[in-house]
Every structure is written in C-alpha cells, then in structure tokens.
C-alpha cells in the first residue's frame, strides 16, 4: 500500500504561482512514476505532470514552461511548482503514484483545490 497526501493548493490571482506538495508513505519502492493530474468541474481528469524514478519528465501541452514537477527521495515527496497560473488552470489537483508491474495498479491522494482568479 502506498498513502499519498497533498498540500499546497488555494486561491490564486492569474499570473501568481503556486507549489502543491504530495508526501508519500508505505511501500514506495514498489512505484515507477509519480505524477500530477487535474479534474475541472464537468471535465474528465487529465495528466499534468509527470516524473520517473529516474528522473525522466512529462508535461501536459497546456502547461509546459510554466510548471515544473520535481521529486525529493529523502523526504519522500513530489512537488509541483506552478507559475504563471492562467484562471483555465483551476481545478482539483490530484498526486498520482503508479506502479507499473508486475500488477499495474494507481494509488491516489485525496486532491487540493487550486483556483486562479482572472
């Protein structure tokens, strides 16, 4: 099992930045890719970000240059560190850890609202 807590959303004006944390515990040996994803009301949840367990990144179109997600292994967490935020960044942001084999299997975190006002 692997548990997963996020921190670090909020209110935001447009333009202003924002760094959602997500802490990890339990068997995180077990997970390959660690990732971000966002749920804006009425729309389906999509990839943000994501970060291998070697180091290899992935960016929604959306938001490339503008955030950055990163990995502290001694402390067990994910960041992601959004600039630049435009009001079509809001939405529920979710921390994401993937095990891909022998049985993928997704463990989630419980989300942290971020809303960019225009």
């Known amino acids: 099992q692997v548990q997963l807590v996020e921190s670090g959303g909020g209110l935001v004006q447009a333009g202003g930045s924002l760094r959602l944390s997500c802490a990890t515990s339990?068997?995180?040996?077990?997970?390959?890719?660690m990732g971000w994803y966002r749920q804006a009301p009425g729309r389906q949840r999509e990839l943000v970000a994501a970060i291998s367990s070697g180091g290899n990144t992935n960016y929604a179109d959306s938001v490339k240059g503008r955030f950055t997600i990163s990995r502290d292994n001694a402390k067990n967490t994910v960041y992601l560190q959004m600039n630049s935020l435009k009001p079509e960044d809001t939405a529920v942001y979710y921390c994401n850890a993937a095990r891909l084999f022998p049985i993928p299997h997704d463990y989630w975190g419980q989300g942290t609202q971020v809303t960019v006002s225009s």
């Open positions: 339990g068997n995180i040996n077990a997970i390959n890719v």
